[in-house]
């Protein structure tokens, strides 16, 4: 087999992307995770200094990106973890947004959290 042959094989079985290609792919998404991770701390905290609350809104959409991430995981690996892990990102979430609804209507207030 030639290193053409062995290049073409391995594409084909990777959906036409090379070996590079998936690595410099999980990689950035690892970074962006956690980019997206210190976004959301910083913005908590910089809101909690100059108002004294925090908003949850971006908490929301992070641990919604996570569930997502994780049922997709659930769903091409099949391993049991990653159900669990998910479900609690998605509880986590239903709660964040119980909440943030509540606040919306007036029902508790924004300040304390």
Known sequence: MTKDEILEKSRSDNGGKDIED???QKSAAKIAYFSSF???VLVSV???I???SIRIECWIVFFGM???AFFVKFAKLKKLHELFVALGYLLLVAALLVLFILQLSGKIPNSGL
């Open 46 to 48: 910089l809101n909690w």
């Open 22 to 24: 998936l690595e410099v």
């Open 66 to 68: 996570c569930c997502v």
């Open 50 to 52: 100059f108002t004294g």
């Open 38 to 40: 210190g976004l959301c």
